[in-house]
């Protein structure tokens, strides 16, 4: 028998989890989008303004392609295109899953950011990875 609580707890969860739901499943539309729309084909993206206006690699150039990569099932490819983007991947995949598996148990999502140090982090790899992508012994990083 099911009681008029037990109706109560699984309605706010299953609400509560749509906005992860609704995450995934726009994440994995881009992803088929790029997977099926070649970006290595000209005219089908924008080319990066950063690159078209200074010749120089962003730490996002060569990400679409990358994409396209893994959604075709070659990480190597990937791999060689944006490692930086590669790298992100299970990093969002698991932060992903926090937010889920949070919003499920129907924790505080103001508990859910992220640290200070771990985003300081991020951005200082980035910004090595900008530069060294762009000088010659970092040529192994450019697209």
Known sequence: MVTGRTADVRGPRALAVLAPL???LAAGAAVAYVGVVDPNEPGHYPTCPFLMLTGLYCPGCGGLRAVHALAHGDPVTALGLNLLVVALVPVLAFLWGRWALR???????KGISI???YVWA???LMI??????????GEFLAP
């Open 103 to 109: 919003s499920w148990r129907g924790a505080p999502l």
């Open 122 to 124: 991020f951005l200082a």
């Open 115 to 117: 640290h200070p140090s």
């Open 22 to 24: 609704g995450a995934a």
């Open 128 to 137: 090595v990875f900008w530069i060294v992508r762009n000088v010659a012994f």
